[in-house]
């Protein structure tokens, strides 16, 4: 197999997608706006850092993926999807502990979590499995077998690690993707009733911490472990917020340490905190345009392909950031789903890079496959 | 843009047979999807920032305020000499904050060596060890960040343990506390009461008064009916903490307080008795040979209460803490009762009521104190002529009111008590102030039994029967009196006939000696009788102790005129010796006294519960009283 040869450059640059790259600048700008507020509580101020990760992130990530032809993506997807596979294999088997679960792979340089990756690389699989047959708009179960497959595949290996939160997460970006190529309304209601009936053995396979945390959520069950003391304080940092917020640095539920995890996974909470509903209006605004933006791109690219891609990367960003908005707010259960932009860390940063890259990729190619 | 319309004649996206354009549907349903959930998730948010802000603010400020309570120092009390009888000492009470101490990463191992550690730096059981891992590990979420009690009252050596291994025990506080401390241990016990913590029951009938879990209150005398003014008001003061309860300090911090202002606790009032500990001691001493008792010593002039005394006693100091298990059996199984105050129940008074029959004989003019009556040993009662005895078998003959008292001869009575009735009787006891409570205002004292037809009436089927009153006229039968009573009676008559209402509090001060209230002495009544009426009660008492014919004359003291009256009073129907019974069926040995007689200064009463006889009991106990007091207390002043 051969590459798709690139684009000449000037062409390139042309046909660069600022509104995508503004976005995505903007929605940045408040995450590490957002990481200077805290820095003072945290062991180290992590702001440089991130700053540092999206840096590598813009080098190494958004510019390789954008500028291979995304056509690419296709003709070795199931090189990707098959590398995914093999990494969630070996973390399972090399990789290192963390808080009794393991998700990470120690690099040397820098550990990375598979599941992350293996987002993109499904996303990237899929889309090859529809693109390559003939679009229907009403599949059958029968059809969707081999796409049913793919999914189960790495959602039972990230459980395994054990991480409920991302192997849902996979079932609910796939999700998306099969509907978006249209299936039968039965189908739809078939797969419904299999999923309610399948439900009580979920149960049975949780861990004990997982349950817990479901029933703590439900406010079946009192609280062993702390979580939902917290998420109750993380809901009072948002409600405190107020109309304005308490001001840059104010935020007394996060700076006084009650509010877990403020740069990661309830970073959400210390910008409600200290820019009240504006400030949170105006990041769900941002996040609303950069998804819309995404649909865009995939409305006007120029294949089924390049199509489902940009639709599989809108489906990462909005399950995402619904989940773990719907997180701090205590509407879903503590999950570990990050805050695609937000959140520190190298491995969701890095990932986020890589779909942005993709995303952009599809968005020139539009412009520079329409003007060869 | 034209761009699709393009795409599906442009050989470039080769395998793709369809364009987006066929996915009109899915993009309006994946942007209504989206367009659902912000919105959802924005109206949450609405909720949280606008709607319930305020609510949520609160819920914040009351996250990183640390509200404390700085308890008020607890009042003393003094007894007359300013000697401290109940008072405050440091105490360092050990607590830990669950939340801080365990990590629920670490493994079990750790978690148990770090409580091995503390509580063998506490000098702990192994029991108490576990039960304390047991409560850690049993603490709720929602309680995880309060405090719970491990150890108090630690000495300075476990202090300086758990301070030099500070670090290894997060979440492990040493609080300085103040704890209840009575100097004279078993003295007075009953008198000045005790503390102990209020219960959760208690809790939420006390919390309108600020009251607060692990608060102490007053139990017993003292301490417990002079709780509101022992007590003081709690003080409030607030800190910025981090959610691990650090306080911070820094100016930010300082400033979220805004307009906080501490309150400043008030202590409780100091209470001055009118007891004298050294009167305590004496009496306490007097009563070493006899395992249940009580001695009630008054001033005549006054009413004040010189010392009163119950025994046996108990340690307050072991019932302000943590009781030990013996302490607790013992007061729950001892025989004798240590929890009683004796000095305020009645009992059965025997001959030492006989004044009352005979203020009553003289006041009514039924006798003359000339007058007398024959006693051959016994009195034929009624129509069935049934016997009633003389404690002297042999009679007394010829007696008049004053050889009556002091021989204590019982036909006398009987025949004067059957004139009078029992409702004269009555009215005369309730003269001096018996069959009600004396007001002292303590230890839920007794009102005492004073019989008449109407009592006996509704007291059995069979009703009032004439054989009560002889009964009711020597000091048996159904009447009954509490030592303070008797104390106070014979003070009535040693002063000349003027009832007062005992008084134990001098006057009431504040923690830096500030008189707020001095107590007078109150005067229940004013007895209006005439002089030679107690006159020659009082010189029949007279003869009890100093004529040859006196039951107490064997124990008169040599340097000091005492007049007073023995009384043996039978708990069973038959008088028997003491040695051939068991203890419960013994008499009752009382002695009531004054001295000296031309100028009282004490009136005592002397009780021995089941102690056996007035004059061979009670009179040396009271003897010994009246003279180390003279001695002792009033060495300073001319004997007479």
Known sequence: MKLIAPRPIKNFISSFDLVLFFLVLAIIGIGIFNLTSIANILPKPLHNMQILWFTLGFIFCVIPCASIDYR???????????????????????????????????LGLFTMQPSELMKIALVIFIAKLFSEREHRQDYRLKDLLPVFGAVLLPMVLIFLEPDLGTALLLALISGIMILFEGVKTKTIALIAAILIACAPAAWFVMHDYQRSRVLT??????????????VKNSVIAVGAGGLT????????????????EPENDFALANWAEEYGFVGVALLLALYFCLLLWALHIAKSSRDRFGMLLAVGIAAIFFWQVVVNTAMVVRWAPVVGITLPLISYGGSSVLCMMICIGILMNVSIRRHMLSSS | MPLTKKTQTNAAGAEAKTSPKDYVRSFRWFTVLISIAFGLLLTRFWHLQIVETDHYRQLAFNNFIKRRVVPAERGQILDIKLRPVATNHPSYDVTLTPAFFTNSKEPEESFNRRIQSLTSYLAMSPQERDKLAERIKKTKPADRFAPIPVKSGITRDQLAKVETNALELHGVEIVATSRRYYPFNELGAHLIGYVNQINDTELQKLKVYGYRMGDVSGRMGIERTYEPILRGANGLSASVVNAQGIPQTDRESVSLMRDWKDVAPISGKNIILTIDMDVQR??????????????????????RVLGMTSAPSFNPNSWSGRLSRDEHLDADTNPYKPMLDKSLLSFFPGSIYKVITAAAALDTGLMQPQDTLTCPGYYEYGKQKRRFHCWKHSGHGA????????????????????????????????????GEKTGIGINNESAGTVPT?????????????????????????????TPLQMAMLYAT???????????????????DGHTIFSYPSRIHAQLPFKKETLDTIKSGLDMVVNSEIGTAFAYRLSNLNVAGKTGSAQVISKRVSSAAVEFKYRDHAWFAAFAPIDDPKIAIAVFLEHGGSGSANAGPVAMEVLERYFREILSDRPTP
Not at chain 1, 217 to 230: A, H, N, R, T, V
Not at chain 2, 414 to 424: A, C, F, S, T, W
């Open chain 1, 217 to 230: 959520f439900l406010q079946i069950e009192d609280d062993p472990y702390g979580s939902d003391w917290q």
């Open chain 2, 453 to 481: 037809r109407e009592w006996h009436n509704k007291r059995s089927k069979e009703g009032f029967q004439g054989g009560f009153t002889l009964s009711t006229s020597i000091g048996q039968g159904d009447v009954k009196v």
């Open chain 1, 72 to 106: 690419n993506y296709a003709r070795f997807g199931s090189a990707i999807y098959g590398a995914g596979i093999a990494m969630l294999v070996a973390v399972l088997i090399f990789g290192s502990d963390f808080n009794g679960s393991r998700r990470w792979i120690n």
């Open chain 2, 399 to 434: 007696v008049s009111i004053t050889e009556a008292l002091a021989s204590s001869c019982d036909v006398y009575f009987y025949k004067v008590g059957e004139k009078l009735g029992i409702d004269r009787l009555a009215d005369y006891a309730k003269m001096f102030g018996l």
């Open chain 2, 282 to 303: 004496i009496l306490k001493d007097a009563l070493r040979d006899y395992p249940s008792g009580a001695i009630v010593a008054v001033e005549p002039a006054t009413g």
């Open chain 1, 245 to 260: 917020g308490r001001g840059y640095g104010q935020s007394t539920q996060v700076q006084k340490g009650f509010v877990p």
């Open chain 2, 493 to 511: 008559i040693a002063n000349g006939g003027t009832l007062y209402y005992p008084q134990i509090i001098d006057r009431i001060e504040t923690a």
